[in-house]
């Protein structure tokens, strides 16, 4: 089987976005995901009669509001069309456009509107994720995404001090660029000299994980249109961006054999290696001009940029310290803040990908790169490792 | 009087005086008349001479002025002082009438007088706000809670105090008492930001604002016992309402023949594996088939009992235990454990024993230590201990 062949090509023609913040009780879910909608239907200068088919989805156990899709169909607007509902975890937001990409490649639909949203302050985030572990195993041991199990190995490969460091570095510069995001829910005006006062001062969570390096909880919702080849050549509002590929990994259900005396290769260099080689990129870092990470802690950002990009060594260290990551570096991580800045679960991995469109496109504002962008990387995770990786690109160039 | 867009025409006069900047005055020569019908109007004439000024109110003729001010009525004069009406659209409909020297009207005087700023009430400080806080205490939401938090909100405006509730009754008292549960340390003015609003507890708690020192559990329930903090002059604002409700759920799940095996397995205090037999990983727990090779695993072995640890959690976040709900003990750890004779793939992940918490390291060698009953369920196994 050829995998990922695809019917047509696809791009991105609206983007919409709701503010994220901690709370909005002016609003409610149905509300939030209207706005989400109206912006992209806006955005691509379309009403809702363009939409051929829905596709919608959350964490279910978040809001403990099961097929919220039936009490949202007045705000997606999906009244009298097909709908999926997706659920993937963390990585909702990122299949969400996975399955959207595959029902317009396949031809089936033409036209496909995608939702992603999160209200975390309606639920309990910890408790929701807990209850998502084996019930009959390892539910008893396991406390919501937070672990420091990754700053533990990074700090036996690479020492405590360079470590702790490289997470407050990354940490204070995914503020410096949410700060310029006026969509970002937390902007703390963090100065990287606060990193010794930081690394001190914050409160631990587990281990060498304290609250700065955690993502926050987040309420807000993004929403996409995706196209076929043809509709785009009839012309768009904005600039088109293609979907030129995407690759999904996970491993098995269980937890415990992640840290055995061999370590397994982890999912997002699975992830990154199979998805690289299918589209002939042999030198990730060179060839993108943007990645948007889903990073929910700065431990992890700090691992995983080396297993995306597949560095060896401490090549990834090396490269954030030198500032290589920053707005202005060799390959800018995360413009919109990351996943640290703005958390709406469901919406979180979707927005990735909308942020790395917008950066193509051009549009992304205070965050807008300032050198052109071609090529652009975004990433999706959750559930039990599961990665979600997905190449952009501003012109169908495969 | 007559007030418009909170306040009157003498105001602005009689702040002339304070917002003047005699450094930018130092060559002007003027006089300014004004002119103000209606109810709250009048005449001031004000004089800027060398560096210095003065402003009066005048009954009858204005005489010569550099340049005269016309205002149909004090709506007209403070909506154009504050920009709330535009200049021109009142210059367009004749309610503003300028004679003289309009120039100076446009440039020099917003160069040398500050803008004008309707006056606020005094602002709140840290300590009004402590201050009141027995007020507004809710004994209906406090009932059977014993708690002594204290706060040291330094800088202007702030202090020392301590808050006490017992006995659906709370003091407030100057100073730190020794016992409070938690004591937390902030600027006066981050205080403030908190009880109205301004600021985000979350992110002032993360970015290193606010230092909690004792019980953070104590810290965050803090708010629970009161009404919320309203500003004496706050606008009224529509109520957000929200519906709460709490959801609970029996649960119960059928373990299958390969978890089965596992669960009795601990009833008889051994921790059991299954083999894949294509790739020969022992996996624990036992699992319906081996992801890797996709076949059936049938063969089972004990590991262990003992093991070293690999990786470990020590976490100090009290989340919800799972299983009951109530809030975990912490700290507590979950290790990550290479039972000897199980393959190199897989340690097996469980909660270390809480007295051996600080001498835990990568490395540390561990047995299991069991329950005085074993039943086959989730409790027989209690915490694995360090041995060396």
């Known amino acids: ?398 | 009087m007559s007030r418009y867009y909170g306040t009157t025409v003498d105001d602005i006069f009689d702040t002339m005086p304070e917002r003047f900047q005699p450094q930018e005055a130092k060559d002007v020569d003027v006089v300014v008349g004004y002119e103000c019908g209606g109810e709250g109007g009048g005449k001031w004439r004000l004089k800027v001479r060398e560096g210095a000024m003065a402003v009066e109110k005048v009954e009858g003729d204005l005489g010569p002025c550099t340049a005269t001010v016309f205002a149909a009525d004090a709506e007209t004069f403070i909506g154009v002082t504050l920009n709330k009406i535009a200049a021109l659209d009142a210059l367009t409909s004749g309610k503003l009438r300028i004679t003289g020297d309009a120039s100076l009207l446009m440039n020099l005087l917003p160069r040398i007088f500050k803008p004008y700023r309707v006056p606020g009430p005094a602002p709140v400080t840290a300590r009004d706000i402590v201050a009141g806080m027995a007020d507004r205490f809710r004994p209906d939401k406090a009932a059977g809670v014993s708690l002594k938090f204290a706060y040291d909100l330094t800088g202007e405006g702030g202090g020392r105090f301590t808050v006490a509730i017992a006995d659906g009754r709370c003091r407030v008292t100057e100073g730190l008492e020794k016992d409070a549960a938690v004591k937390m340390t902030m600027e006066a003015s981050t205080f403030v930001g908190l009880m109205t609003g301004t600021m985000d507890a979350t992110a002032a708690f993360t970015s290193g604002k606010v230092r909690i020192d004792g019980d953070m559990g104590a810290a965050a329930a803090t708010g629970r016992y009161f009404d919320r903090y309203v500003p004496p002059d706050a606008p009224r604002v529509e109520e957000l309402l929200s519906l709460k409700k709490v959801t609970s759920i029996d649960q119960r799940f059928a373990t299958g023949p390969v978890m089965g095996k596992w669960f009795a397995g601990l009833r008889e205090r051994k921790l059991l594996a299954n083999v894949c037999p294509v790739c020969r990983r022992t996996m624990i727990h036992p699992r319906e088939v081996c992801a890797s090779c996709h076949v059936r695993a049938g063969e089972y072995v004990e590991l262990g009992p003992e093991g070293y640890v690999t990786n470990y959690d020590l976490v100090y976040y009290a989340s919800p235990d799972p299983l009951t709900g109530a809030v975990r003990d912490t700290p507590y750890a979950c290790a990550w454990i290479m039972l000897d004779g199980a393959s190199p793939e897989e340690a097996f992940a469980f909660e270390i024993k809480k007295e051996d918490l600080p001498r835990l390291k990568i490395g540390s060698r561990v047995r299991p230590v069991w329950a005085e009953k074993t039943v086959g369920s989730f409790r027989d196994l209690l915490y694995f201990e360090i041995i060396d």
């Open chain 1, 1 to 398: 089987m050829q995998k990922h062949r695809k019917n047509r090509n696809v791009a991105i023609i609206g983007i919409g976005q709701t503010a994220l913040s901690s709370h909005k009780e002016d609003q409610n879910q149905v509300e939030m995901v209207a706005e989400a909608v109206r912006n992209a239907l806006e955005d691509a200068g379309k009403t809702i009669d363009d939409i051929d088919c829905v596709v919608h989805g959350n964490m279910e156990l978040f809001e403990m509001q099961f097929q919220p899709d039936m009490w949202h169909a007045l705000g997606c607007g999906s009244y009298g069309k097909e709908e999926y509902r997706i659920t993937t975890g963390g990585t909702v937001g990122a299949t969400l456009v996975c399955a959207s990409d595959n029902l317009v490649a396949s031809g089936l639909y033409d036209t496909v509107l995608c939702i992603g949203f999160e209200k975390l302050q309606e639920g309990n985030t910890t408790g929701g994720i807990t209850n998502m572990a084996d019930p009959l195993w390892f539910r008893n041991l396991q406390t919501g995404a937070l672990t420091s199990t990754t700053a533990m190995e990074l700090i036996q490969k690479f020492g405590k001090e360079r470590v702790l460091r490289a997470a407050m570095k990354y940490r204070i510069m995914m503020d410096k660029h949410a700060m310029l995001n006026p969509r970002a829910h937390r902007r703390l005006g963090l100065e990287y000299d606060q990193m010794e006062t930081l690394m001190e001062t914050s409160p631990q969570l587990v281990g060498e994980l304290r609250l700065i390096h955690m993502c926050s909880q987040s309420d807000g919702a993004c929403a996409m249109i995706l196209t076929s080849e043809d509709r785009v050549r009839e012309g768009t509002a904005k600039p088109p961006v293609w979907i030129r590929d995407h690759e999904t990994s996970h491993r098995e259900e269980n937890m415990s054999n992640l840290y055995g005396a061999r370590k397994p290769k982890s999912t997002h260099r699975d992830c990154a290696e199979r998805l690289f080689a299918r589209n002939g990129i042999t030198d990730p870092l060179g060839y993108f001009d943007v990645f948007e990470m889903y990073d929910p802690s700065a431990f992890w950002a700090v691992d995983w940029l080396g297993e995306f990009l597949l560095l060896e060594g401490d090549e990834h260290l090396r490269l954030l310290e030198a500032g290589e990551f920053d707005l202005d570096g060799k390959l800018p991580v995360n413009p919109s803040g990351g996943v640290i800045a703005s958390n709406p679960i469901g919406a979180t991995a979707m927005l990735r990908i909308a942020e790395a469109a917008l950066q193509i496109r051009g549009d992304a504002g205070g965050h807008q790169i300032k050198k052109e962008v071609r090529h652009a990387l975004a990433s999706g995770f959750g559930g039990s490792l599961w990665t979600v990786l997905m190449i952009l690109e501003k012109e169908p160039n495969w």
